[in-house]
Nanobody
Framework: QVQLVESGGGLVQLGGSLRLSCAASVSISGIYVMAWYRQAPGKQRELVAAVYTGTSADYADSVKGRFTISRDNAKNTMYLQMNSLKPEDTAVYYC?????????WGQGTQVTVSS
């Protein structure tokens, strides 16, 4: 079983930056894909970015060019660097790890962007 703990959320002004971390309880070197999702009030949870065991990554169109996802297998941690934040980025951010056949989720961290 994989336990995930997110950190780094908070309140930031329009245009600011935050770096989220997702620490795993097990080695992530064998986990093919890890991802960040977010859920705003009254909305469905959506994929923000995903990173694979190599260096490839995918991003939602809404965050391309502003967010960067990465993973450090030596530290068993995934990151999300968020720049040029907008009020519409306000949400609870969750990390997910897929270790077949299961998906594991963290408890979420709140990101609030004020205008």
């Amino acid at each position: 079983q994989v336990q995930l703990v997110e950190s780094g959320g908070g309140l930031v002004q329009l245009g600011g930056s935050l770096r989220l971390s997702c620490a795993a309880s097990v080695s992530i070197s064998g986990i093919y894909v890890m991802a960040w999702y977010r859920q705003a009030p009254g909305k469905q949870r959506e994929l923000v970015a995903a990173v694979y065991t190599g260096t490839s990554a995918d991003y939602a169109d809404s965050v391309k060019g502003r967010f960067t996802i990465s993973r450090d297998n030596a530290k068993n941690t995934m990151y999300l660097q968020m720049n040029s934040l907008k009020p519409e980025d306000t949400a609870v951010y969750y990390c997910k790890a897929r270790q077949e056949p299961y998906d594991y989720w963290g408890q979420g961290t709140q990101v609030t962007v004020s205008s």
